[in-house]
């Protein structure tokens, strides 16, 4: 792939028209504004124009064009975002396979595994009885590819193996394991002959295939059901991928590249447990609904895991969202519980639907998917939906009190809207007989003894760092990729840009070149997209971007300089506030004179 690829991209497509795909924009002047997707805000600091062919956020400081931009708005690298803006501006990708790196090969590997387990779909009889009997069209499956991975050892290992990958890299991609780590399962058959002069084995056997796809619609890892007639109780129902370099289950949610243009549509997010839960519910035409990608519904795997990072997926698209688990389970109700109070702490609206009798949506939508539909329109607000069970479960007007405290509060709390607040707090006084001022006490005098669950912290976590600046890895990444290029290229100039940029990185700069090496295919494949073909030009675009990486480096100290100022103020550090106070004003110089350059 060459330069002129993305060139035609950026002819086809413009910044307001990409970015208004995905946010709200209102004219103003020359150009659009909007609230940040990258950030939470009340008032509209992100700027697009036209003009310059980029964005801008002047609250946490986000910019880039339109490869930058959905690469950080749907959590892809720049090869995932190429991919996705090709698409839409109708440009077909060619990509010389001796440029690929690993991580290139390692998509290479899970695709050309679902299409095994799709050949082997074909073949089964027995499975696409089962896969008909759960109420899946042939359509269906087709759009979701999924497959199936036949019984015995070794079938995708020795189908990998005449098609001439190394074992290491089919390990890498969570498919096969190696021998000693051979756990008891289903797996006879002539295959086992083969696997014992073999030092791997197949992790999926006897399983119904679901592939999970990244945002850009590439499949990085599996999920597989075991078919009921090899249940024995001692295997997992589930079995998924372990995570690789393509695959960190707390970045993803099953079903999102199919679910995000609804969600962005329809203002909502639906989320339901399972893969089978997520296919009947789009084929019943529900499409803005997403899965946990099989990740155990419990409380731990939400807050020990990452489901920060999964709701902040959904967030970017909708802070709107509804959890339809199944509430008789206790293990699941204790999870709904557990992200309802993550989404509400990252300013979400949360909504409950409410499922009783052991029933999963994909039971519901096979027997009447208008079902689905009506328990969805009557989905409840958490606080709503809990307070309801409460006046339902406790029958001893004296212990209300104490259950409203422990189910109820540690939403309120989380809350940021006063408004908000104050409409539940009213709800709650109505519906229990109570005082609004005795509640409002209540709930003040909660919140000086309530201590965050982890859940809350990650997603503090989360927050932070996107308000610091993790759109740097941008800029570092053209940067970096550039210069490589001007080293490959033994051009004089590259040892001084490389000490300038040593130099506004300080301590840091160790850490930037581990991170960046890492992604290091990705990069040199970036750069040769956006600049191979510019080769007189290179000094202008390095310049630039060291002005651009030191703007970002100052304005990362200066925000974090600034949040420690905030804090020494309340504690009355007197002494840590003039040391804090003169250091924000040197930053404040410096980024003075770093836009002094730019406008040189």
Request: proline share 2%.
């Given at each position: 792939m060459d330069r002129t690829v993305v060139e035609q991209i950026k002819e086809r497509l413009t910044i307001d028209e990409v970015v208004s795909q995905y946010v709200k924009l209102d004219k103003s002047g020359s150009s659009y504004k909007a609230k940040c997707p990258?950030?939470?805000?009340?008032?509209?600091?992100?700027?697009?124009?036209?003009?310059?062919?980029?964005?801008?956020?002047?609250?946490?400081?986000?910019?880039?064009?339109?490869?930058?931009?959905?690469?950080?708005?749907?959590?892809?690298?720049?090869?995932?975002?190429?991919?996705?803006?090709?698409?839409?501006?109708?440009?077909?990708?060619?990509?010389?396979?001796?440029?690929?790196?690993?991580?290139?090969?390692?998509?290479?590997?899970?695709?050309?595994?679902?299409?095994?387990?799709?050949?082997?779909?074909?073949?089964?009889k027995e499975v696409q009885e089962y896969v008909k009997k759960r109420g899946i069209t042939d359509s269906t499956r087709i759009e979701f590819r999924i497959g199936w991975a036949p019984e015995g050892w070794s079938n995708l290992h020795l189908y990998f193996k005449k098609k001439g990958f190394n074992d290491s890299l089919i390990e890498k991609a969570g498919l096969i394991k190696k021998k000693e780590m051979r756990d008891k399962g289903h797996g006879h058959g002539e295959s086992d002959k083969e696997n014992l002069t073999s030092d791997y084995y197949d992790r999926f056997r006897g399983r119904v295939m679901f592939p999970i796809m990244d945002s850009s619609g590439r499949v990085i890892a599996f999920s597989g059901r075991i078919l009921p007639r090899l249940d024995d109780g001692k295997a997992a129902k589930y079995l998924n991928s372990p995570d690789t370099p393509l695959y960190d289950k707390s970045l993803v949610l099953y079903g999102l590249n199919k679910a995000k243009s609804d969600i962005r549509r329809l203002n909502y997010t639906i989320m339901v447990e399972g893969q089978m839960d997520l296919v009947m519910s789009h084929q019943a035409g529900i499409k803005n609904t997403v899965a946990s990608s099989g990740t155990a519904l419990t409380d731990e795997s939400f807050s020990e895991t990452g489901a920060v990072s999964n709701l902040n997926l959904v967030r970017r698209l909708s802070s709107n969202i509804i959890l339809a688990f199944d509430s008789d389970k206790a293990g699941r109700m204790a999870a709904m519980r557990a992200v309802a109070a993550t989404a509400i702490s990252m300013g979400m609206a949360v909504k409950i639907a409410d499922i009783e009798g052991g029933k999963d949506p994909a039971d519901i939508v096979l027997l009447n998917p208008d079902e689905w539909k009506k328990i969805l329109r009557n989905a409840k607000h958490v606080i709503e939906y809990e307070l309801n069970n409460v006046l339902r479960d406790v029958t001893d007007p004296r212990k209300v009190g104490r259950a409203v405290k422990e189910r109820i509060f540690p939403y309120l709390i989380r809350m940021d809207s006063e408004m908000d607040k104050a409409f539940y707090i009213k709800m709650i006084a109505d519906k229990t007989n109570v005082s609004e001022q005795a509640v409002w006490d209540d709930v003040r005098a909660f919140g000086k003894t309530f201590k965050p669950a982890e859940s809350d912290k990650k997603a503090e976590t989360e927050n932070k760092k996107i308000e610091s600046g993790n759109h740097m890895d941008l800029i570092e990444r053209r940067m970096f990729g550039l210069?490589?290029?001007?080293?490959?290229?033994?051009?004089?100039?590259?040892?001084?840009?490389?000490?300038?940029?040593?130099?506004?990185?300080?301590?840091?700069?160790?850490?930037?070149?581990?991170?960046?090496?890492?992604?290091?295919?990705?990069?040199?494949?970036?750069?040769?997209?956006?600049?191979?073909?510019?080769?007189?030009?290179?000094?202008?675009?390095?310049?630039?971007?060291?002005?651009?990486?030191?703007?970002?480096?100052?304005?990362?100290?200066?925000?974090?300089?600034?949040?420690?100022?905030?804090?020494?103020?309340?504690?009355?550090?007197v002494e840590k506030v003039a040391e804090l106070a003169q250091k924000c004003q040197v930053l404040s110089m410096r980024k003075a004179e770093v836009g002094k350059k730019k406008r040189g």
């Open positions: 990258f950030h939470n805000e009340k008032s509209p600091s992100f700027f697009v124009s036209p003009d310059r062919g980029g964005y801008y956020c002047f609250g946490c400081g986000a910019k880039g064009d339109i490869f930058t931009f959905v690469e950080q708005f749907e959590g892809l690298d720049f090869r995932g975002a190429l991919k996705i803006l090709a698409e839409r501006a109708g440009i077909r990708l060619t990509f010389d396979k001796k440029a690929d790196g690993e991580r290139d090969r390692l998509f290479e590997v899970m695709d050309t595994a679902a299409h095994f387990f799709e050949i082997q779909f074909g073949q089964n210069l490589i290029l001007i080293e490959k290229s033994s051009l004089p100039t590259a040892t001084e840009y490389r000490k300038q940029i040593k130099k506004i990185a300080g301590d840091s700069y160790a850490d930037r070149i581990a991170r960046i090496e890492s992604l290091a295919s990705d990069i040199i494949f970036e750069a040769e997209a956006f600049f191979s073909g510019d080769q007189k030009n290179w000094d202008h675009h390095m310049k630039e971007l060291i002005i651009n990486f030191e703007e970002d480096v100052i304005n990362q100290e200066l925000i974090t300089a600034m949040n420690e100022l905030k804090t020494a103020e309340k504690a009355r550090n």
